[in-house]
């Protein structure tokens, strides 16, 4: 039985509590939070026991797995570091480039098993198209553009509008998208961004990217907390031989349209991609599998550090205006 | 009375179009064409059912009103130059030019004839565009805050492929319409420009992948694809598609999403086609009437091409740069 704690207990902890529950050689042991109110609530439902203290929690856990806002993660990832424990951490890996490098260095000297969620990367849409360029289907990349976004994300305290808690649009949101194309095409050379972000405008974020990657090719990723249509994603990779493309607005498997009142009233449309593994299983599922065999995670701590290194120099561009070499 | 229009050259494959709605439209007569090359003006002048004239002059020594110029990009200048000392209205093919001083020597010229120039902006006439403008200045998505644009297709080829000739590569051939799109919505100049480029397509000695990021003089900032991205199997020609970011909402355009999905066994492939407006009609059919000498409505004017080009011009330069540049008025 591989023994996991939870810090955080919002949306991201939920998901990864329910994820957890259907692995049978796991068990939550024990689950964190600094909202007592709302630890006490996920314990009821979940039938698990709050722990105490950070101390409490890492003291009964092998594996700490970190959903707190981006800003507390270094705080509580690094303790579990150090205490030896295996840290699985959500995206992205912090706020701040010297907490990544102090989470980088802790796992180095401690050599702990570690894995940012980069969860995109177990997306089936995402990971499909990832081996399909490796594998040259498009040939050489000469053109990406990625999108992600909806409108602007709620969350206990509006953390998220807070940009020295979430990093805005940039850190939080397209950093799934960085990573992907990191993994996917290998370093940036340069990047050039504009942004809502400092504009003071309530519950609106925005942002435009370009990434000139070392292999040559452009990119263009867009992130909005600006669209009230509904939460979408899509992308494409366009090479010498091919293209590849895929839209969650267009690819729909399943979609429910219902009246609000059940009569004539205004309707709600949700679509909905059924699958059989949902990608928040499949990540910790990967993480509890590497944890139980010594295998290294996929997904390491250098490329949390990386994305986080690229969305900061994005969030730079931003700011000044200027080009950021990398 | 009909307009009487000449073509000096078909070395830009939209003179073919506009041919076509000359010949379509009750209000004009094509009374010849001209071209550098005289066995493709012969052939254009058989397929057109009109006359071959075996030199610019020749053409513009007839009574013609207007000429419609469709050479490559580099020759807009002395045949624009050419056409308004003959006391010619004209119709310029974009982008307008590929250097600063060619465009105000063109601008100049015409103002110095008092003859008009136009610029071949069709985008303009989209009902679809059309509609996104009345949307935003109606206020339907609250203030203005960024735009992002794409005008994707595929390499033409041939003189595209000669920065001599062309002005550049991918960025030169399509920044401009959404460019011109961008100042039409808003009302503002585009102020900065960024650009990035590549040539992994093509692996040529010009741009194929082209990425502009551009500030407008309101604040408003926006990017620009303008990359021969399509693929070979693509069901159609590219796109042109602005979304436009408000405070209140999002409005996004696909101007040619108006089609029927062909599945065609017999080419192996499948094709969108397109059955809207025909914007080539519509903006040839305002020229012809401006020419008359009707009120310019939609149609976009020299100075609206020269600051359109101008934009793709700073965004060479600024790829040279490695950083933002002014656009040069």
Redesign the interface.
């Known amino acids: 039985m591989t023994k996991v704690g939870i810090i955080g207990l919002g949306t991201m902890g939920a998901q990864h509590m329910d994820a957890y529950r259907a692995m049978p050689d796991v068990e939550v042991t024990a689950v964190y939070d600094h909202h007592a109110e709302r630890a006490q609530a996920f314990a009821q439902k979940y039938s698990v026991r709050v722990a105490e203290s950070l101390n409490d929690l890492l003291d009964h856990c092998e594996v700490i797995d970190i959903c707190t806002p981006t800003y507390r993660h270094a705080e509580y990832a690094l303790p579990a570091i150090e205490a030896g424990k295996a840290v699985v951490c959500e995206k992205p890996l912090a706020r701040t480039l010297e907490d990544c490098e102090r989470i980088v260095n802790a796992v180095k000297q401690r050599n702990t098993p570690f894995m940012p969620a980069h969860v995109l990367r177990f997306f089936p849409e995402y990971r499909t198209a990832h081996h399909l360029v490796q594998s040259g289907a498009v040939g ?4 990406v ?1 990625m999108r992600r976004g909806g409108d602007f994300p709620r969350a206990k305290s509006d953390w998220y509008a807070d940009f020295g808690k979430s990093g805005g649009v940039i850190l939080d949101l397209i950093i799934h998208d960085l990573d992907w194309l990191l993994w996917t095409l290998g370093a940036v050379e ?1 990047v ?1 961004a ?1 942004a ?1 972000t400092f ?1 003071n ?1 309530t519950h ?1 974020d ?1 942002t ?1 990217v ?3 990657f070392k ?6 990723v ?1 992130g ?1 907390w ?4 509904g939460f979408k994603v899509n992308f494409e990779v ?6 590849l493309e895929y839209d969650s607005a267009r690819q729909v498997a399943l979609q429910i349209a219902t009246r609000a009142d059940g009569g004539t009233g205004g309707g709600v449309q949700v679509p909905e991609s059924p699958a059989t593994q949902n990608p928040y299983y499949l990540e910790l599922r990967h993480f509890i599998e590497c944890v139980q065999t010594g295998q290294t995670p996929e997904i390491t701590v250098e490329d949390g550090y990386n994305a986080v290194r690229l969305a900061l120099a994005a969030i730079e561009s931003a700011q000044t ?3 950021i070499a990398l | 009375m009909k307009v009487k229009v000449g073509i000096m050259s078909f070395a830009h494959l939209h003179a073919d179009s506009y041919a076509h709605c000359l010949k379509a439209n009750p209000n004009a007569e094509l009374v010849g064409i001209a071209d550098h090359d005289s066995a493709r003006a012969q052939a254009k002048a058989r397929e057109f059912e009109t006359q071959a004239f075996d030199s610019y002059e020749s053409l513009l020594a007839s009574d013609i009103q207007a000429v419609i110029i469709c050479s490559e990009n580099a020759r807009h200048a002395p045949l624009v130059q050419m056409a308004a000392a003959s006391g010619k209205h004209i119709l310029c093919e974009k982008p307008l030019m590929t250097k600063l001083d060619d465009g105000k020597a063109m601008l100049a010229a015409a103002q110095g004839a008092g003859v008009q120039l136009f610029t071949a902006f069709p985008c303009r006439f989209s009902p679809a565009f059309q509609q996104m403008m009345r949307l935003i200045h109606a206020g339907a998505i609250g203030e203005l ?2 735009l ?1 644009g794409t005008n994707r297709g595929s390499n033409p080829g041939g003189w595209f492929n000669d920065p001599e000739l062309a002005g550049g590569g991918a960025m030169m051939d399509h920044t401009v319409h959404v460019a011109d799109l961008m100042r039409r919505l808003t009302g503002h100049e585009i102020v900065e420009v ?1 650009a ?8 040529g000695a010009f741009d ?4 502009l ?1 551009m ?1 407008l003089q309101n604040g408003v ?3 620009l ?1 303008s ?1 021969w ?3 070979k ?2 069901p159609t020609w590219g796109d042109v598609t602005l979304a436009a ?1 408000g ?1 209140r ?2 409005v996004e355009m696909d101007m040619f999403a108006q089609y029927l999905v062909y599945y065609d066994d017999r080419a192996g492939r499948v094709k969108q086609l397109f059955w809207g407006d025909h914007i080539d009609y519509l903006m040839v059919d305002e020229f012809l009437r401006v020419v008359a000498g009707a009120e310019r409505q939609a149609l976009a004017t020299g100075e609206d091409g020269y600051r359109a080009a101008a934009v793709a011009i700073a965004g060479y330069e600024s790829v040279k740069r ?3 540049v002014p656009v040069q008025a």
Do not use: Q
Request: charged content about 20%.
């Open positions: 050489t990349v000469a053109a553009r340069r050039y504009k809502l504009r405008l609106l925005y435009l370009t990434l000139k292999n040559g090719a452009v990119g263009h867009e909005t600006c669209d009230p249509g366009c090479g010498d031989s091919g293209m205006g200027r080009a | 805050l960024a992002r960024y990035e480029t590549g040539n992994n397509m093509f692996h194929d992948t082209a990425m990021t500030t900032f926006a990017t694809d990359s991205s399509r693929p199997t693509f970011i405070t909402g999002v490695r950083e933002p």
